[in-house]
């Protein structure tokens, strides 16, 4: 994927593969201003790969925007609650003596578990 960051283009295909996953998620019109949506249309008619840097950077925030809302609820919240939930109990694991618990800090699987327990939480048990 081309992407708007740092030195790589953005071309054409790849704004037609972000914007049709984004219309079949039903997020096009739902996150995207009317000007949005047509700045992005108008450079897949008209442009086949972005050389103008200020062109690029609009698009870039578009892109970024879209990827946001089409990431799911499960990995979003992996990096907003996960990582300091498994943090936390890694260095409550290692003072119990638990010499492994360093190493569940990268552990994906053990993070995405502690996200679902985290969601699957009544709102009266989260602090």
Not at 63 to 83: P, Q, T
Request: hydrophobic content about 45%.
């Amino acid at each position: 994927m081309i992407v708007a960051l740092g030195k790589q283009l953005l071309c054409r295909t790849e704004l037609e593969k972000i914007k049709k996953r984004a219309l079949r998620r039903g997020i096009w019109f739902k996150v995207l201003s009317k000007i949005e949506r047509i700045q992005v249309d108008l450079t897949i008619k008209v442009v086949k790969v972005v050389k103008s840097i200020i062109l690029s950077k609009v698009l870039h925030s578009i892109v970024k925007k879209l990827l946001n809302a089409m990431e799911s609820r499960v990995a979003r919240l992996m990096k907003e609650v996960g990582r300091t939930l498994v943090r936390k109990i890694s260095e409550i694991g290692v003072k119990l003596g638990c010499k492994s618990a360093k190493s569940w800090i990268n552990d994906e699987g053990f993070i995405k578990f502690s996200t679902i327990m985290y969601m699957n939480t009544p709102k009266l048990y989260k602090v």
